[in-house]
């Protein structure tokens, strides 16, 4: 009886696809989290990006500020330059091998998609053969990353390869501090640790004080210090989101200063669970009330 409600919901599912984007979504959505999205008006935060997808479809900065590359250009301006991490090398085909004589440790990413990285700490990590297998796929893409979660603005986003300076200590990434932004102001904020070994996930408010939920990860067991640029970081990172509706806005605090990280719109695909559940709720409410308050200060 399962399997057949999974085959009609699939079918289903794929014929909306063909018809409305937010049908399609609203099944998805329905199929992820057992209710369907109320979008007029949203209240949990999950509602809230769905409805922020649909909206948005055609906003010109989208793309700009969620390309690896064209955005270190904005950011620069916007920001400062001093703020943007290097880039060694970009483009649509990897170089000749003799070519490639990036001082290490290095980072490779795609520059039109999400968790796609490979990083290269020593001559150990250049296996030449399993990376540009990797980065092919990376470049073959139908239609744009995130198709299926119709995060359309990646389907505008030119499919390249970056390669970047490995900042941090040791070859190890620096905690990834991680802004949520509604209507320009700061939220909520992520902070991942070891993100590619033990990871762990924090939540906390815009005064360091740990929210009583959890995004996908559990945190470890010791409260996190708080960060000494933490209000310079949550000021660039209001700069960055100003006249936005939503954006999650990443830097990394080093020894050798803060730096940019990326900005995404659509956090998990708009897929990602709380735990517990509820917090969906919590942090949609956070969204609507600084909605809210920016409609009333610009009365």
């Not at 329905?30 to 990006?49: I, N, Q, V």
């Not at 956070?286 to 009365?299: V, Y």
Request: charged share 30%; glycine share 8%; hydrophobic share 40%.
């Amino acid at each position: 009886m399962m399997k057949r409600q999974s085959r009609w919901w699939t079918a289903a599912e794929r014929l909306a696809g063909k018809v409305s984007d937010r049908l399609y979504l609203s099944i998805r959505y329905y199929r992820r989290f057992g209710r369907w999205p109320a979008l007029k008006p949203p209240a949990a935060f999950s509602e809230h990006l769905l409805a922020f997808k649909l909206a948005s479809r055609g906003d010109a900065r989208l793309p700009v500020m969620s390309d690896k590359v064209a955005v270190k250009a904005w950011v620069a301006e916007r920001l400062g330059e001093r703020y943007v991490i290097p880039t060694l090398w970009s483009g649509a085909t990897l170089p000749p091998r003799e070519d490639r004589i990036w001082p290490m440790p290095y980072v490779m990413k795609s520059a039109h998609g999400s968790a796609q990285t490979i990083f290269v700490r020593d001559e150990a990590d250049q296996r030449w053969d399993e990376i540009e297998a990797k980065c092919a796929g990376w470049l073959d893409v139908d239609e744009g990353y995130g198709r299926q979660d119709r995060e359309w603005h990646y389907a505008a986003i030119r499919p390249q390869i970056i390669v970047e300076p490995l900042i941090g200590e040791d070859g190890v990434p620096p905690p990834d501090f991680k802004f949520f932004t509604f209507a320009g102001q700061v939220g909520m904020i992520e902070v991942d640790i070891c993100r590619f070994s033990t990871h762990r996930r924090y939540l906390l408010d815009r005064n360091w004080e740990p929210m009583p939920f959890h995004f996908k990860v559990l945190p470890g067991p010791d409260p996190l210090p708080r960060p000494a640029n933490l209000d310079r970081m949550i000021e660039l990172a209001e700069r960055a989101a100003a006249g936005l509706d939503f954006v999650r806005v990443d830097f990394y605090d080093t020894r050798d200063g803060i730096f940019f990280g990326e900005a995404t719109f659509f956090p998990a695909g708009g897929n990602g669970r709380f735990i517990p559940p509820e917090a969906d709720f919590v942090v949609g409410k956070i969204w609507t009330d600084l909605m809210a308050g920016r409609a009333e200060g610009g009365r």
